[in-house]
């Protein structure tokens, strides 16, 4: 699937996508190759059979994300790198991502990563008591089983929101499969009663993020998303103008 192409129209840009093969990472492909972009995906070597809808159209690098050589190299010549970081294990993998796209994109190029809601940037959010014991419970007990390992997401974004590239970062609801809803609506903080529904369509996450790429007020901003047609961002998305 290597089609290094320079063929694109003159306002597609050279787009990665880190953690292309999971859910979220197919549907940011499909939306970038919608808009003509050139895609490099990177995904674990054995999960390269799942971008075969792809073949042909993007290049693939397998290689697990935190592989700095790898992130070197799928990044370079990139106007953009959309990553998905995911906490998995206890070896700091999505702080070893962040750090390597941090450390080697293109200092111009847009940073777009993902995370959820219980990720916060300056400590404003409020989180409801059934979240904040979700959390507590599920994250010691992964951390327990040495599955995931919440505190690793948390260290990543904070390293990447002292950064001085033109990141964001989405935070995303809970999210489910479904036919899309069109752009989410987002707020500062987690709280806001726009995102009280809680929930966003996931093919509507992966449009924010390649969105996001042509969206410069989103520089350095740490969204938390809802989906466009549910009861709260229909009651409350007037309000705010998004
Ligand atoms: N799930 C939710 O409800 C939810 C809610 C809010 C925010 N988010 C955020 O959305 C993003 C995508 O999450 P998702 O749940 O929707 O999953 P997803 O899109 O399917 O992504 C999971 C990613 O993790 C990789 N992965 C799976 N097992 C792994 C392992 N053992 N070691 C290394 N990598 C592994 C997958 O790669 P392979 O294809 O190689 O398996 C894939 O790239 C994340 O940033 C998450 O924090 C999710």
């Known amino acids: 699937m290597n089609t290094d192409r320079t063929d694109r129209p003159p306002a597609a840009k050279k787009v990665c996508v880190i ?16 808009r003509g972009h ?7 070597p ?29 990044v370079r010549g990139c106007d953009a790198v959309l990553t998905v970081l995911v906490p998995w294990g206890t070896h700091h993998y999505a ?5 390597a796209v941090l450390d080697f994109a293109p200092p111009k ?12 940037r300056d400590g404003k959010d409020v989180y409801t008591r059934k979240a904040k014991i979700q959390e507590a419970v599920l994250g010691r007990l992964a951390k327990l089983l040495r599955v995931v390992d919440l505190d690793d997401q948390i260290e990543a974004c904070r390293r990447v929101f002292d950064s001085d590239t ?15 809803q069109g752009l989410p609506v987002w707020a500062r903080h987690v709280g806001d009663p726009v995102l009280d529904s809680n929930l966003t369509h996931r093919v509507d996450y992966a449009l924010f993020m390649v969105e996001a790429v042509e969206n410069d007020a989103l520089i350095r901003e740490a969204p938390a998303i ?12 007037e309000d705010r103008g998004r």
Do not use: Q, Y
């Open 109 to 120: 190029a847009r940073l777009v990563f993902s995370c959820g809601w219980h990720i916060s």
């Open 226 to 237: 809802v989906g466009r047609l549910t009861p709260s961002a229909l009651a409350h998305a």
């Open 46 to 74: 054995k999960s390269v059979p799942k971008l075969a809808e792809f073949e042909g159209r993007i290049t693939v690098m397998p290689g697990a994300t935190d592989d700095r050589a790898v992130i070197e190299e799928a």
């Open 166 to 180: 033109d990141w964001t970062v989405v935070r995303g609801s809970d999210l489910k499969e479904g036919e899309s």
């Open 95 to 99: 702080t070893n991502t962040a750090r």
């Open 38 to 44: 050139e895609v490099v995906g990177v995904c674990r």
């Open 19 to 34: 953690g292309a093969s999971g859910k979220l990472g197919r549907h940011m492909v499909r939306h970038a190759l919608e």
